[in-house]
């Protein structure tokens, strides 16, 4: 049994975490529904114009079940959280156009109705990577089935200086999947609107597949 009482000094500290995740190296690759204009360049404009995101919380339900003064815990149901990226807008409003082009094809702004008539017509997968300090994948999360529900509005002030506009952009989410095995440098040239956009073929385990 290992000997956790001795005193290590800062090698053996060193040795143990070899390094640490930064959280400022990431990547987020986001695709867009067909009916989108451009939505080749959009996923491509994403992966640069993402400045926020998040590694995803996992949730797992309570069932409480009392008894004679005490209570069992029995695993639950497990629930996805919304996923909010935080965007940096540019003079063009490229991005912020096709997110909100996208949610009005959902829900028409001014009456009731949409321009997708089935539900996998606008909803897609999104990838967020953790890179390594050396440009490696260290840890990625593929979400599918997400959609735009809230766009946030963009602050404007005339005493505002030296700042870039910026806005969040929360996805409803169906599920993700860790895919932990894609390791490796990023690929190039992968077209964005594929459902490997950046990555390699996996199983639902995250295993490279031919």
Do not use: C, H
């Not at 009392?66 to 063009?92: C, H, M, Q, S």
């Not at 096709?98 to 909803?123: H, K, P, S």
């Not at 490696?136 to 593929?142: A, L, P, Q, V």
């Not at 505002?160 to 599920?175: I, L």
Request: glycine letters at 6%.
């Amino acid at each position: 049994m290992a000997d956790y009482s001795v005193v290590k000094n800062i090698m053996d500290f060193r040795k143990k975490v070899r390094e640490v995740a930064r959280p400022n190296q990431f990547q987020v690759e986001l695709a867009f529904p067909s009916t989108i204009a451009n939505r080749t360049a959009m996923a491509e404009q994403s992966t640069f114009l993402v400045k926020g995101a998040n590694l995803p919380a996992s949730t797992v339900g309570t069932i409480e079940v009392p008894y004679r003064g005490r209570v069992l815990k029995i695993a639950g149901d497990r629930t996805f959280e919304p996923w909010t990226v935080t965007v940096i807008n540019d003079e063009t409003f490229q991005l912020r156009t096709a997110f909100e082009q996208w949610q009005q094809n959902i829900q028409m702004l001014g009456e009731n109705r949409a321009v997708y008539g089935t539900v996998d017509q606008y909803q897609v997968e999104a990838t967020v990577r953790q890179l390594s300090r050396t440009g490696t994948n260290s840890k990625s999360y593929r979400f599918y089935g997400i959609y735009p529900v809230n766009i946030a509005a963009i602050d404007l002030a005339w005493d505002s200086n030296d700042t870039a506009e910026e806005y969040t952009v929360e996805f409803a989410v169906q599920y993700w999947e860790p895919t932990t095995n894609i390791v490796g440098k990023l690929d190039k040239g992968d077209d964005p609107d594929s459902d490997n956009f950046n990555a390699k073929n996996t199983d639902k385990n995250g295993v490279p597949v031919e």
